[in-house]
Protein backbone atom coordinates (compact mmCIF):
# COMPACT_ATOMS: atom_id res chain seq x y z
CA UNK A 1 0.00 0.00 0.00
CA UNK A 2 0.97 3.75 0.22
CA UNK A 3 3.04 4.36 3.11
CA UNK A 4 2.56 7.87 5.45
CA UNK A 5 4.44 10.20 6.06
CA UNK A 6 5.07 10.59 9.91
CA UNK A 7 8.53 9.81 11.77
CA UNK A 8 10.58 6.68 10.80
CA UNK A 9 10.99 6.17 15.22
CA UNK A 10 7.89 7.03 15.97
CA UNK A 11 6.70 4.38 13.38
CA UNK A 12 8.49 2.07 14.90
CA UNK A 13 7.75 2.73 18.30
CA UNK A 14 4.02 1.90 17.49
CA UNK A 15 5.19 -1.36 15.71
CA UNK A 16 6.55 -2.50 18.69
CA UNK A 17 4.18 -1.70 20.95
CA UNK A 18 1.59 -3.73 18.79
CA UNK A 19 3.28 -6.73 18.07
CA UNK A 20 3.99 -7.05 21.75
CA UNK A 21 -0.12 -7.27 21.37
CA UNK A 22 0.25 -9.97 18.56
CA UNK A 23 -1.14 -6.89 16.26
CA UNK A 24 0.01 -3.99 13.74
CA UNK A 25 -0.85 -0.86 14.09
CA UNK A 26 -1.56 -0.15 10.40
CA UNK A 27 0.17 3.41 9.20
CA UNK A 28 -2.62 4.22 7.75
CA UNK A 29 -4.90 4.41 10.98
CA UNK A 30 -4.87 8.05 11.47
CA UNK A 31 -7.05 10.26 9.19
CA UNK A 32 -5.76 13.33 8.25
CA UNK A 33 -5.93 16.30 10.55
CA UNK A 34 -7.19 19.05 8.20
CA UNK A 35 -4.71 22.19 7.69
CA UNK A 36 -5.46 25.48 9.23
CA UNK A 37 -6.73 27.52 7.33
CA UNK A 38 -5.34 30.87 8.98
CA UNK A 39 -2.49 32.68 6.70
CA UNK A 40 0.69 30.83 6.79
CA UNK A 41 3.53 32.60 8.90
CA UNK A 42 6.59 30.53 9.46
CA UNK A 43 7.81 30.37 12.94
CA UNK A 44 11.28 31.25 12.63
CA UNK A 45 13.61 32.75 9.78
CA UNK A 46 16.77 32.08 8.17
CA UNK A 47 18.36 35.54 8.65
CA UNK A 48 22.17 34.61 7.06
CA UNK A 49 23.11 31.05 6.16
CA UNK A 50 26.45 31.39 4.15
CA UNK A 51 28.68 28.55 3.37
CA UNK A 52 31.75 29.50 2.00
CA UNK A 53 34.36 26.30 1.15
CA UNK A 54 37.97 27.03 -0.10
CA UNK A 55 39.32 23.57 -1.88
CA UNK A 56 42.75 22.70 -1.79
CA UNK A 57 43.95 20.72 -5.10
CA UNK A 58 44.13 17.44 -2.88
CA UNK A 59 40.43 17.63 -2.03
CA UNK A 60 41.10 19.30 1.46
CA UNK A 61 39.04 21.82 2.42
CA UNK A 62 38.54 24.91 4.44
CA UNK A 63 34.79 25.55 5.29
CA UNK A 64 33.63 28.96 7.00
CA UNK A 65 29.94 28.72 8.68
CA UNK A 66 28.19 31.73 9.22
CA UNK A 67 24.44 31.46 10.27
CA UNK A 68 21.68 33.33 11.98
CA UNK A 69 18.11 32.18 13.12
CA UNK A 70 15.17 34.61 13.76
CA UNK A 71 12.48 33.44 16.13
CA UNK A 72 9.24 34.75 14.87
CA UNK A 73 7.13 32.89 17.37
CA UNK A 74 7.59 31.70 20.90
CA UNK A 75 7.33 28.21 19.42
CA UNK A 76 10.48 28.81 17.73
CA UNK A 77 12.61 29.98 20.57
CA UNK A 78 13.80 26.83 21.33
CA UNK A 79 14.58 25.39 18.24
CA UNK A 80 16.53 28.88 17.52
CA UNK A 81 18.24 29.01 20.90
CA UNK A 82 20.14 25.46 20.44
CA UNK A 83 22.81 24.93 17.83
CA UNK A 84 25.45 21.93 17.19
CA UNK A 85 28.91 22.31 15.75
CA UNK A 86 30.16 18.93 14.45
CA UNK A 87 33.94 18.09 13.06
CA UNK A 88 35.96 15.37 12.51
CA UNK A 89 37.82 15.31 15.15
CA UNK A 90 40.59 13.46 14.30
CA UNK A 91 41.32 14.85 10.46
CA UNK A 92 40.25 18.48 11.47
CA UNK A 93 40.35 21.90 13.08
CA UNK A 94 37.45 23.86 14.50
CA UNK A 95 38.58 27.72 14.27
CA UNK A 96 37.27 31.26 15.16
CA UNK A 97 33.58 30.46 16.79
CA UNK A 98 31.96 33.18 17.39
CA UNK A 99 28.35 33.11 18.69
CA UNK A 100 25.56 35.33 20.41
CA UNK A 101 22.04 36.11 20.48
CA UNK A 102 21.35 39.25 18.40
CA UNK A 103 18.67 40.88 20.70
CA UNK A 104 15.67 42.98 18.61
CA UNK A 105 17.91 46.32 19.41
CA UNK A 106 20.73 45.28 18.68
CA UNK A 107 22.53 44.16 21.65
CA UNK A 108 24.70 41.08 21.52
CA UNK A 109 24.62 38.02 24.41
CA UNK A 110 27.34 36.52 23.91
CA UNK A 111 26.77 32.59 24.27
CA UNK A 112 28.61 32.01 27.70
CA UNK A 113 31.04 28.80 28.24
CA UNK A 114 28.49 27.59 30.52
CA UNK A 115 26.51 27.15 27.75
CA UNK A 116 28.43 24.88 25.47
CA UNK A 117 28.68 21.16 25.68
CA UNK A 118 31.59 19.11 23.85
CA UNK A 119 31.48 15.69 23.01
CA UNK A 120 33.90 14.18 22.19
CA UNK A 121 34.06 10.51 20.37
CA UNK A 122 38.30 9.90 20.75
CA UNK A 123 39.66 7.22 22.37
CA UNK A 124 40.78 7.14 26.22
CA UNK A 125 44.65 8.58 26.69
CA UNK A 126 44.95 9.84 23.63
CA UNK A 127 43.98 6.92 21.98
CA UNK A 128 42.40 7.00 18.53
CA UNK A 129 38.61 6.61 17.89
CA UNK A 130 37.35 3.14 17.38
CA UNK A 131 34.24 4.04 15.73
CA UNK A 132 33.29 7.81 15.36
CA UNK A 133 35.59 10.82 15.15
CA UNK A 134 33.34 13.32 15.59
CA UNK A 135 33.80 15.86 18.06
CA UNK A 136 30.24 17.77 18.81
CA UNK A 137 30.08 21.17 20.14
CA UNK A 138 25.92 22.00 21.79
CA UNK A 139 25.87 25.63 22.31
CA UNK A 140 23.23 27.08 23.90
CA UNK A 141 22.28 30.72 23.13
CA UNK A 142 20.87 32.64 26.08
CA UNK A 143 17.75 34.86 26.58
CA UNK A 144 16.41 34.20 23.18
CA UNK A 145 12.72 35.62 22.57
CA UNK A 146 10.65 36.66 19.67
CA UNK A 147 12.65 38.90 17.55
CA UNK A 148 15.85 37.80 18.72
CA UNK A 149 18.45 36.05 16.34
CA UNK A 150 21.18 33.34 17.44
CA UNK A 151 24.34 33.69 15.46
CA UNK A 152 26.75 31.74 15.01
CA UNK A 153 29.99 31.99 13.02
CA UNK A 154 32.63 29.50 12.93
CA UNK A 155 35.54 27.22 10.45
CA UNK A 156 36.48 24.39 9.85
CA UNK A 157 39.29 23.19 8.21
CA UNK A 158 39.61 19.41 7.17
CA UNK A 159 43.07 17.97 6.93
CA UNK A 160 41.90 14.74 4.93
CA UNK A 161 40.17 15.22 2.20
CA UNK A 162 37.49 12.42 1.80
CA UNK A 163 38.86 10.90 -1.14
CA UNK A 164 42.18 12.32 -2.03
CA UNK A 165 41.91 14.27 -5.37
CA UNK A 166 37.92 14.79 -4.97
CA UNK A 167 35.87 17.27 -3.92
CA UNK A 168 31.84 16.88 -3.82
CA UNK A 169 29.02 18.78 -2.35
CA UNK A 170 25.37 17.66 -2.72
CA UNK A 171 23.27 20.60 -0.78
CA UNK A 172 19.88 22.31 -1.37
CA UNK A 173 17.87 24.94 0.50
CA UNK A 174 14.21 23.95 2.19
CA UNK A 175 11.27 26.29 -0.07
CA UNK A 176 9.34 25.84 3.37
CA UNK A 177 11.75 27.62 5.13
CA UNK A 178 11.88 31.65 5.14
CA UNK A 179 15.72 33.09 4.14
CA UNK A 180 16.78 36.16 4.18
CA UNK A 181 19.97 36.03 2.72
CA UNK A 182 21.73 32.65 1.58
CA UNK A 183 24.84 31.93 -0.35
CA UNK A 184 27.15 29.26 -1.20
CA UNK A 185 30.91 30.21 -2.00
CA UNK A 186 33.06 27.46 -3.66
CA UNK A 187 36.75 28.37 -4.37
CA UNK A 188 39.14 25.30 -6.50
CA UNK A 189 42.18 24.92 -8.32
CA UNK A 190 41.14 24.99 -12.37
CA UNK A 191 43.00 21.54 -12.13
CA UNK A 192 40.68 19.42 -10.21
CA UNK A 193 37.47 20.65 -13.30
CA UNK A 194 35.01 21.13 -11.29
CA UNK A 195 31.02 20.69 -12.98
CA UNK A 196 28.24 21.92 -11.66
CA UNK A 197 24.91 21.84 -11.90
CA UNK A 198 21.69 23.60 -9.90
CA UNK A 199 18.22 23.66 -9.78
CA UNK A 200 15.39 26.57 -8.76
CA UNK A 201 18.03 28.71 -8.42
CA UNK A 202 19.82 31.49 -10.65
CA UNK A 203 23.01 30.48 -12.66
CA UNK A 204 26.06 31.36 -9.68
CA UNK A 205 28.63 34.15 -10.49
CA UNK A 206 31.49 32.96 -11.69
CA UNK A 207 34.92 34.77 -11.42
CA UNK A 208 38.71 34.23 -11.79
CA UNK A 209 39.94 34.34 -8.60
CA UNK A 210 43.58 34.39 -10.55
CA UNK A 211 45.44 32.30 -13.11
CA UNK A 212 45.21 28.72 -11.15
CA UNK A 213 41.80 29.36 -9.15
CA UNK A 214 38.17 29.82 -9.99
CA UNK A 215 35.30 30.89 -7.52
CA UNK A 216 31.54 30.00 -7.97
CA UNK A 217 28.57 31.63 -6.02
CA UNK A 218 25.47 30.50 -5.98
CA UNK A 219 22.38 33.01 -3.80
CA UNK A 220 18.96 32.31 -2.25
CA UNK A 221 16.23 33.85 -1.11
CA UNK A 222 12.57 33.15 0.18
CA UNK A 223 10.54 35.56 1.22
CA UNK A 224 7.32 33.43 0.87
CA UNK A 225 8.07 29.55 2.49
CA UNK A 226 5.44 26.69 1.16
CA UNK A 227 2.96 26.12 3.50
CA UNK A 228 3.45 22.54 3.89
CA UNK A 229 0.32 22.03 6.59
CA UNK A 230 -1.61 21.51 3.10
CA UNK A 231 0.28 18.64 1.89
CA UNK A 232 -1.38 15.24 2.35
CA UNK A 233 0.08 12.98 5.57
CA UNK A 234 -1.23 10.19 4.05
CA UNK A 235 1.33 9.98 0.54
CA UNK A 236 5.38 9.99 1.55
CA UNK A 237 6.89 11.79 -1.05
CA UNK A 238 9.65 10.63 -3.47
CA UNK A 239 11.86 13.18 -4.01
CA UNK A 240 14.11 13.89 -7.18
CA UNK A 241 17.15 16.14 -6.84
CA UNK A 242 15.28 18.64 -8.81
CA UNK A 243 12.45 18.68 -7.17
CA UNK A 244 14.40 22.04 -4.48
CA UNK A 245 16.61 24.21 -4.73
CA UNK A 246 19.68 22.27 -5.25
CA UNK A 247 22.98 22.74 -5.72
CA UNK A 248 25.44 19.88 -7.32
CA UNK A 249 28.98 19.97 -7.76
CA UNK A 250 32.15 17.72 -8.24
CA UNK A 251 35.10 16.60 -10.02
CA UNK A 252 34.50 13.20 -10.36
CA UNK A 253 34.06 12.25 -14.05
CA UNK A 254 31.48 9.67 -13.60
CA UNK A 255 29.70 7.08 -10.65
CA UNK A 256 32.54 4.47 -11.32
CA UNK A 257 35.33 6.30 -10.22
CA UNK A 258 33.45 6.65 -7.17
CA UNK A 259 32.75 3.24 -7.00
CA UNK A 260 36.81 3.02 -7.59
CA UNK A 261 37.62 5.56 -4.75
CA UNK A 262 35.66 3.43 -1.81
CA UNK A 263 37.03 -0.15 -3.35
CA UNK A 264 40.50 1.83 -2.80
CA UNK A 265 39.59 2.58 0.65
CA UNK A 266 37.73 -0.44 1.34
CA UNK A 267 39.36 -3.77 -0.04
CA UNK A 268 42.54 -3.82 1.78
CA UNK A 269 41.00 -4.07 5.01
CA UNK A 270 38.55 -6.89 3.21
CA UNK A 271 41.68 -9.41 3.45
CA UNK A 272 41.32 -12.90 4.77
CA UNK A 273 43.25 -13.28 7.84
CA UNK A 274 43.90 -16.00 9.65
CA UNK A 275 41.73 -15.09 12.33
CA UNK A 276 38.70 -14.84 9.35
CA UNK A 277 39.40 -17.87 8.33
CA UNK A 278 38.98 -20.05 11.04
CA UNK A 279 35.83 -18.03 11.75
CA UNK A 280 34.54 -18.63 8.83
CA UNK A 281 35.02 -21.96 8.84
CA UNK A 282 33.53 -22.19 12.28
CA UNK A 283 30.82 -20.18 10.85
CA UNK A 284 29.75 -22.74 8.23
CA UNK A 285 30.36 -25.65 9.04
CA UNK A 286 27.38 -28.09 8.51
CA UNK A 287 26.58 -25.93 5.83
CA UNK A 288 25.17 -27.85 2.67
CA UNK A 289 25.79 -25.55 0.33
CA UNK A 290 27.76 -22.32 -0.78
CA UNK A 291 24.37 -20.67 -0.22
CA UNK A 292 24.04 -21.71 3.29
CA UNK A 293 27.32 -21.26 3.95
CA UNK A 294 26.59 -17.47 2.94
CA UNK A 295 23.12 -17.37 5.02
CA UNK A 296 25.26 -18.76 7.97
CA UNK A 297 27.60 -15.90 7.56
CA UNK A 298 25.07 -13.41 6.97
CA UNK A 299 23.05 -14.49 10.37
CA UNK A 300 26.16 -14.23 12.23
CA UNK A 301 27.44 -10.98 11.18
CA UNK A 302 23.53 -9.28 11.28
CA UNK A 303 23.28 -10.92 15.13
CA UNK A 304 26.75 -11.00 16.59
CA UNK A 305 27.76 -7.43 15.33
CA UNK A 306 26.14 -4.68 17.13
CA UNK A 307 25.91 -1.40 14.76
CA UNK A 308 27.69 2.02 16.01
CA UNK A 309 29.27 4.90 14.54
CA UNK A 310 29.29 6.98 11.33
CA UNK A 311 28.34 4.62 8.44
CA UNK A 312 28.74 7.49 4.96
CA UNK A 313 26.82 10.12 6.52
CA UNK A 314 29.20 11.80 9.14
CA UNK A 315 32.84 10.83 9.55
CA UNK A 316 35.62 8.55 7.90
CA UNK A 317 34.79 6.62 4.89
CA UNK A 318 37.63 3.59 5.79
CA UNK A 319 36.43 0.90 7.33
CA UNK A 320 37.56 -0.40 10.16
CA UNK A 321 40.13 -3.54 10.25
CA UNK A 322 38.19 -6.76 10.85
CA UNK A 323 40.30 -7.45 13.93
CA UNK A 324 39.27 -4.22 15.58
CA UNK A 325 35.19 -5.33 14.71
CA UNK A 326 35.59 -8.98 16.00
CA UNK A 327 36.95 -7.77 19.24
CA UNK A 328 34.50 -5.34 19.73
CA UNK A 329 31.90 -7.07 18.03
CA UNK A 330 30.57 -3.71 16.61
CA UNK A 331 30.81 -1.77 13.62
CA UNK A 332 29.19 0.92 11.01
CA UNK A 333 27.92 -0.13 8.17
CA UNK A 334 30.82 -0.28 6.15
CA UNK A 335 32.29 -2.34 9.12
CA UNK A 336 29.32 -4.63 8.86
CA UNK A 337 30.12 -4.53 4.74
CA UNK A 338 33.97 -5.39 5.36
CA UNK A 339 33.51 -8.01 7.78
CA UNK A 340 31.27 -10.20 6.05
CA UNK A 341 33.02 -9.47 2.63
CA UNK A 342 36.16 -11.07 4.09
CA UNK A 343 34.13 -14.09 6.02
CA UNK A 344 32.82 -14.84 2.48
CA UNK A 345 36.03 -15.10 0.95
CA UNK A 346 37.09 -17.37 3.25
CA UNK A 347 34.87 -19.61 1.99
CA UNK A 348 35.02 -19.43 -1.33
CA UNK A 349 32.10 -16.76 -1.65
CA UNK A 350 32.54 -13.33 -4.17
CA UNK A 351 30.93 -10.71 -3.26
CA UNK A 352 31.24 -6.88 -3.84
CA UNK A 353 30.27 -3.80 -1.39
CA UNK A 354 27.68 -2.02 -2.54
CA UNK A 355 26.74 2.42 -2.19
CA UNK A 356 23.02 3.09 -1.01
CA UNK A 357 20.93 5.51 0.13
CA UNK A 358 18.15 5.40 2.82
CA UNK A 359 16.49 8.28 2.24
CA UNK A 360 13.25 9.31 0.37
CA UNK A 361 14.78 9.51 -3.38
CA UNK A 362 15.10 7.10 -5.99
CA UNK A 363 17.75 9.14 -8.15
CA UNK A 364 21.25 9.88 -8.37
CA UNK A 365 22.50 13.54 -8.94
CA UNK A 366 23.61 14.64 -12.48
CA UNK A 367 26.74 15.60 -11.74
CA UNK A 368 28.36 12.17 -10.05
CA UNK A 369 28.52 13.10 -5.84
CA UNK A 370 29.43 10.69 -2.81
CA UNK A 371 26.95 11.93 -0.77
CA UNK A 372 24.11 10.42 -2.71
CA UNK A 373 24.74 7.33 -0.65
CA UNK A 374 24.53 7.17 2.84
CA UNK A 375 24.91 3.40 3.41
CA UNK A 376 27.01 0.35 2.14
CA UNK A 377 25.60 -2.96 2.16
CA UNK A 378 26.53 -6.25 -0.17
CA UNK A 379 26.08 -7.80 -2.94
CA UNK A 380 26.80 -11.75 -3.95
CA UNK A 381 26.81 -12.12 -7.85
CA UNK A 382 26.43 -16.24 -7.31
CA UNK A 383 23.24 -15.25 -5.70
CA UNK A 384 22.25 -13.08 -7.17
CA UNK A 385 21.57 -10.90 -3.49
CA UNK A 386 21.90 -7.79 -1.51
CA UNK A 387 22.63 -8.36 2.08
CA UNK A 388 22.47 -5.49 4.59
CA UNK A 389 24.59 -7.42 7.86
CA UNK A 390 23.06 -4.04 9.90
CA UNK A 391 19.28 -5.48 9.56
CA UNK A 392 19.16 -8.41 12.35
CA UNK A 393 15.67 -8.54 11.40
CA UNK A 394 15.74 -8.83 7.86
CA UNK A 395 16.10 -12.56 6.58
CA UNK A 396 18.68 -13.63 4.12
CA UNK A 397 17.62 -12.80 0.72
CA UNK A 398 15.37 -9.51 1.87
CA UNK A 399 16.50 -6.17 2.59
CA UNK A 400 14.60 -3.46 4.72
CA UNK A 401 11.95 -1.40 3.14
CA UNK A 402 14.00 1.57 2.38
CA UNK A 403 16.43 -0.04 0.41
CA UNK A 404 14.38 -1.71 -2.51
CA UNK A 405 14.35 -0.14 -5.83
CA UNK A 406 16.91 2.62 -4.93
CA UNK A 407 20.23 3.23 -7.33
CA UNK A 408 22.99 1.48 -5.97
CA UNK A 409 27.39 1.28 -7.00
CA UNK A 410 28.39 -1.86 -6.42
CA UNK A 411 32.38 -1.01 -5.54
CA UNK A 412 33.50 -3.63 -7.67
CA UNK A 413 33.28 -4.96 -11.04
CA UNK A 414 31.60 -1.46 -11.89
CA UNK A 415 28.94 -1.85 -14.49
CA UNK A 416 27.51 1.32 -14.28
CA UNK A 417 24.18 2.70 -11.41
CA UNK A 418 22.35 -0.36 -10.78
CA UNK A 419 18.79 -0.68 -9.05
CA UNK A 420 17.99 -2.97 -6.61
CA UNK A 421 15.03 -4.54 -7.72
CA UNK A 422 11.46 -3.67 -6.17
CA UNK A 423 10.10 -5.97 -4.02
CA UNK A 424 8.66 -8.62 -6.27
CA UNK A 425 4.54 -8.44 -6.41
CA UNK A 426 3.08 -10.49 -3.80
CA UNK A 427 5.85 -10.56 -1.22
CA UNK A 428 3.48 -8.98 1.43
CA UNK A 429 0.57 -10.44 2.43
CA UNK A 430 -1.82 -11.00 5.54
CA UNK A 431 -4.01 -13.93 5.79
CA UNK A 432 -6.23 -14.00 9.04
CA UNK A 433 -9.17 -16.15 9.91
CA UNK A 434 -10.90 -15.79 13.64
CA UNK A 435 -13.76 -16.74 15.43
CA UNK A 436 -15.54 -15.02 18.05
CA UNK A 437 -18.56 -16.09 20.52
CA UNK A 438 -20.70 -13.79 22.19
CA UNK A 439 -21.80 -15.07 25.54
CA UNK A 440 -25.57 -14.51 27.01
CA UNK A 441 -23.90 -11.65 29.34
CA UNK A 442 -22.11 -9.70 26.49
CA UNK A 443 -19.25 -10.76 27.43
CA UNK A 444 -16.78 -12.64 24.32
CA UNK A 445 -14.08 -15.43 23.82
CA UNK A 446 -12.44 -14.89 20.28
CA UNK A 447 -9.36 -16.58 19.13
CA UNK A 448 -7.50 -15.62 15.90
CA UNK A 449 -4.72 -16.95 13.92
CA UNK A 450 -2.68 -15.18 11.52
CA UNK A 451 -0.33 -16.00 8.50
CA UNK A 452 1.92 -13.78 7.22
CA UNK A 453 4.69 -12.60 4.48
CA UNK A 454 7.27 -10.24 3.55
CA UNK A 455 8.15 -7.18 5.14
CA UNK A 456 5.53 -7.92 8.19
CA UNK A 457 6.19 -11.30 8.51
CA UNK A 458 10.34 -10.10 8.99
CA UNK A 459 9.09 -8.00 11.37
CA UNK A 460 6.57 -10.04 13.84
CA UNK A 461 9.51 -13.15 13.14
CA UNK A 462 12.38 -11.23 14.31
CA UNK A 463 10.27 -9.26 17.63
CA UNK A 464 9.10 -12.94 18.92
CA UNK A 465 12.36 -14.02 18.43
CA UNK A 466 13.69 -11.70 20.83
CA UNK A 467 10.61 -11.67 23.24
CA UNK A 468 11.00 -15.00 23.82
CA UNK A 469 14.18 -15.25 25.11
CA UNK A 470 13.20 -12.79 27.85
CA UNK A 471 13.05 -14.19 31.36
CA UNK A 472 9.89 -12.71 32.11
CA UNK A 473 7.73 -14.45 28.45
CA UNK A 474 4.54 -15.35 29.73
CA UNK A 475 3.28 -16.34 26.41
CA UNK A 476 1.60 -12.82 26.37
CA UNK A 477 -0.93 -13.09 29.20
CA UNK A 478 0.34 -9.82 30.90
CA UNK A 479 0.46 -7.90 27.86
CA UNK A 480 -2.68 -9.52 26.93
CA UNK A 481 -4.73 -8.32 30.15
CA UNK A 482 -2.99 -5.31 30.53
CA UNK A 483 -4.53 -3.97 26.94
CA UNK A 484 -7.63 -5.22 27.75
CA UNK A 485 -8.20 -2.91 30.81
CA UNK A 486 -6.37 -0.16 28.63
CA UNK A 487 -9.66 0.19 26.92
CA UNK A 488 -11.95 0.08 30.34
CA UNK A 489 -12.39 -3.88 30.32
CA UNK A 490 -11.22 -6.76 32.06
CA UNK A 491 -10.41 -10.00 30.60
CA UNK A 492 -7.75 -12.05 29.67
CA UNK A 493 -5.74 -13.78 27.06
CA UNK A 494 -2.71 -14.76 25.48
CA UNK A 495 -0.68 -16.42 22.14
CA UNK A 496 -0.98 -19.65 20.87
CA UNK A 497 0.96 -21.32 18.20
CA UNK A 498 4.41 -20.14 18.49
CA UNK A 499 6.83 -21.34 17.14
CA UNK A 500 10.37 -21.28 18.92
CA UNK A 501 11.83 -18.55 16.78
CA UNK A 502 15.65 -17.80 16.43
CA UNK A 503 15.75 -15.30 13.66
CA UNK A 504 13.77 -13.62 11.12
CA UNK A 505 11.83 -15.31 8.65
CA UNK A 506 9.91 -13.93 5.34
CA UNK A 507 6.73 -16.43 6.31
CA UNK A 508 5.56 -16.61 10.14
CA UNK A 509 2.13 -17.25 11.87
CA UNK A 510 0.83 -16.91 15.55
CA UNK A 511 -2.27 -17.35 17.20
CA UNK A 512 -3.97 -15.30 19.61
CA UNK A 513 -6.86 -16.54 22.26
CA UNK A 514 -8.74 -13.64 24.52
CA UNK A 515 -11.77 -12.87 26.35
CA UNK A 516 -13.49 -9.82 27.71
CA UNK A 517 -15.69 -9.63 30.16
CA UNK A 518 -19.01 -7.42 29.35
CA UNK A 519 -18.48 -6.44 26.34
CA UNK A 520 -21.25 -5.98 24.75
CA UNK A 521 -25.44 -4.97 25.68
CA UNK A 522 -27.49 -8.37 25.37
CA UNK A 523 -30.05 -6.17 27.56
CA UNK A 524 -31.30 -4.05 24.62
CA UNK A 525 -31.59 -3.51 21.46
CA UNK A 526 -27.94 -2.62 19.99
CA UNK A 527 -25.84 -2.22 16.36
CA UNK A 528 -22.29 -3.36 16.12
CA UNK A 529 -19.44 -2.86 13.71
CA UNK A 530 -18.25 -6.73 12.70
CA UNK A 531 -14.63 -5.40 13.73
CA UNK A 532 -12.52 -8.18 15.81
CA UNK A 533 -11.90 -6.20 19.65
CA UNK A 534 -8.19 -6.44 18.51
CA UNK A 535 -6.92 -5.42 14.50
CA UNK A 536 -5.57 -7.97 12.76
CA UNK A 537 -2.14 -7.38 11.81
CA UNK A 538 -2.64 -5.23 8.69
CA UNK A 539 -5.80 -4.49 9.12
CA UNK A 540 -7.90 -3.77 6.15
CA UNK A 541 -10.11 -1.16 8.49
CA UNK A 542 -7.04 1.49 9.29
CA UNK A 543 -6.79 1.71 5.15
CA UNK A 544 -10.14 3.47 5.21
CA UNK A 545 -8.06 6.88 6.25
CA UNK A 546 -7.68 7.33 2.53
CA UNK A 547 -11.28 8.20 1.95
CA UNK A 548 -10.08 11.53 2.66
CA UNK A 549 -7.22 11.73 0.40
CA UNK A 550 -7.16 14.42 -2.42
CA UNK A 551 -5.44 14.04 -5.62
CA UNK A 552 -1.92 14.05 -4.81
CA UNK A 553 0.73 16.14 -7.08
CA UNK A 554 3.72 14.14 -6.74
CA UNK A 555 4.97 10.84 -6.82
CA UNK A 556 4.83 8.97 -3.64
CA UNK A 557 6.32 5.51 -1.95
CA UNK A 558 4.28 2.81 -2.41
CA UNK A 559 4.01 -1.26 -2.27
CA UNK A 560 1.61 -3.68 -3.52
CA UNK A 561 0.42 -6.47 -1.32
CA UNK A 562 -2.67 -8.59 -0.67
CA UNK A 563 -4.70 -8.65 2.74
CA UNK A 564 -7.41 -10.88 3.63
CA UNK A 565 -9.67 -11.60 6.75
CA UNK A 566 -12.19 -14.09 7.41
CA UNK A 567 -14.39 -14.09 11.04
CA UNK A 568 -17.66 -16.05 12.22
CA UNK A 569 -20.02 -13.87 15.23
CA UNK A 570 -21.84 -16.39 16.69
CA UNK A 571 -24.35 -14.60 18.97
CA UNK A 572 -26.15 -16.06 22.07
CA UNK A 573 -29.82 -17.49 22.20
CA UNK A 574 -30.73 -14.83 24.02
CA UNK A 575 -31.19 -12.26 21.36
CA UNK A 576 -32.59 -12.60 17.43
CA UNK A 577 -30.33 -11.28 15.03
CA UNK A 578 -32.01 -8.48 13.29
CA UNK A 579 -29.72 -7.45 10.01
CA UNK A 580 -26.25 -7.61 8.46
CA UNK A 581 -24.25 -5.47 6.93
CA UNK A 582 -24.72 -5.37 2.71
CA UNK A 583 -21.75 -6.81 0.78
CA UNK A 584 -19.42 -3.66 -0.58
CA UNK A 585 -17.36 -3.95 -3.51
CA UNK A 586 -14.47 -1.38 -5.71
CA UNK A 587 -12.12 -2.19 -8.20
CA UNK A 588 -9.60 0.50 -9.86
CA UNK A 589 -6.76 -0.60 -12.05
CA UNK A 590 -4.38 -1.19 -9.23
CA UNK A 591 -6.67 -1.87 -6.13
CA UNK A 592 -9.61 -4.74 -5.23
CA UNK A 593 -11.51 -4.19 -2.37
CA UNK A 594 -14.47 -6.59 -1.58
CA UNK A 595 -16.40 -7.30 1.75
CA UNK A 596 -19.21 -10.33 1.93
CA UNK A 597 -21.62 -11.19 5.22
CA UNK A 598 -23.33 -14.36 5.25
CA UNK A 599 -25.79 -15.23 7.96
CA UNK A 600 -26.81 -18.42 9.24
CA UNK A 601 -29.14 -18.47 12.12
CA UNK A 602 -27.29 -16.23 14.59
CA UNK A 603 -23.93 -16.53 13.58
CA UNK A 604 -22.83 -14.25 11.12
CA UNK A 605 -19.42 -15.04 8.78
CA UNK A 606 -17.45 -12.00 7.67
CA UNK A 607 -14.72 -11.94 4.49
CA UNK A 608 -12.84 -9.32 3.27
CA UNK A 609 -9.99 -8.90 1.06
CA UNK A 610 -8.13 -5.97 -0.73
CA UNK A 611 -5.60 -6.83 -3.69
CA UNK A 612 -3.00 -3.91 -4.49
CA UNK A 613 -1.07 -4.36 -7.55
CA UNK A 614 1.00 -1.15 -7.75
CA UNK A 615 4.45 -2.37 -8.32
CA UNK A 616 6.21 -0.14 -6.19
CA UNK A 617 8.30 1.04 -4.90
CA UNK A 618 7.02 4.43 -6.84
CA UNK A 619 3.64 4.88 -7.67
CA UNK A 620 2.71 8.17 -9.92
CA UNK A 621 1.03 10.82 -8.76
CA UNK A 622 -2.30 10.11 -10.32
CA UNK A 623 -2.65 6.57 -8.45
CA UNK A 624 -3.33 8.50 -5.39
CA UNK A 625 -6.85 9.06 -6.66
CA UNK A 626 -7.07 5.14 -7.03
CA UNK A 627 -5.70 4.88 -3.38
CA UNK A 628 -8.79 7.66 -2.22
CA UNK A 629 -11.96 4.97 -4.12
CA UNK A 630 -10.85 1.99 -2.61
CA UNK A 631 -10.48 3.79 0.84
CA UNK A 632 -13.83 5.45 0.24
CA UNK A 633 -15.24 1.80 0.15
CA UNK A 634 -13.40 0.83 2.81
CA UNK A 635 -14.66 3.68 5.27
CA UNK A 636 -17.85 2.59 3.75
CA UNK A 637 -18.10 -0.78 5.23
CA UNK A 638 -16.01 0.30 8.33
CA UNK A 639 -19.28 1.96 9.25
CA UNK A 640 -21.73 -0.70 8.60
CA UNK A 641 -23.25 -2.58 11.30
CA UNK A 642 -25.39 -6.13 12.42
CA UNK A 643 -28.28 -5.70 14.64
CA UNK A 644 -29.95 -6.92 17.32
CA UNK A 645 -32.50 -7.22 19.87
CA UNK A 646 -33.04 -9.38 23.50
CA UNK A 647 -35.50 -11.79 22.69
Sequence with gaps: MAYTNGS???MKGLRRAAYALGICISLFGAATALADETPYSPAMKVRTHRVTIDVQADGTTTTRHEYAYTALAESAVDSVATEDISYHEANGTLENVVAYTLKADGKRVPVPETNIQVTSHNGVNGAPPAFSDMMDRHLIFANVEVGDSAVLDYTIRDEKPTFKGYFSLLTWYSEATAYDDAELVV??????????KSYHLADPQVTDVDATRQRWQWTYTNASP??????SSLFQRAWQYSDWPAIEISNFPDYGQIAAAYEAEAKPRAVVTDRVRTLAADIAKDAASPRERAEKIYRWVAKEVSFAGNCLARGDVVPRGTDLILN?????????????QALLAAQGIESTQVLVNTGEGYSVPEIPCWQAFNHVINYLPAFDVYLDATSSSSPFGELPAQEYGKPVIRTSAFAGVQQIPPRASGTDWSEATGKTTVLADGSIEATAQYRLGGSQASAASHYFAQWQKAPNFDNGSDQMRRAIEGRGYKGSGGYDALPPMLVATSQFSFGVHYRVDAYLDTDSPYGLTLEPFFPNPGAIAGLAAFA???????????????????TTITFPDNVRLLAIPKDVHAKTALLQFDARYQRDGNMIRVTRSIVDLSPGPVCAADVSKQYGLIGAAIKKDARAQAVYQPK
Excluded: I, N, V
Aim: glycine share 6%; net charge neutral.
Design 8 to 10: TAM
Design 226 to 231: KDLRKE
Design 187 to 196: TAPRSLGLKY
Design 548 to 566: AAEPYAHDFLCQGDRRSEE
Design 328 to 340: MKMGDCKDHATLM
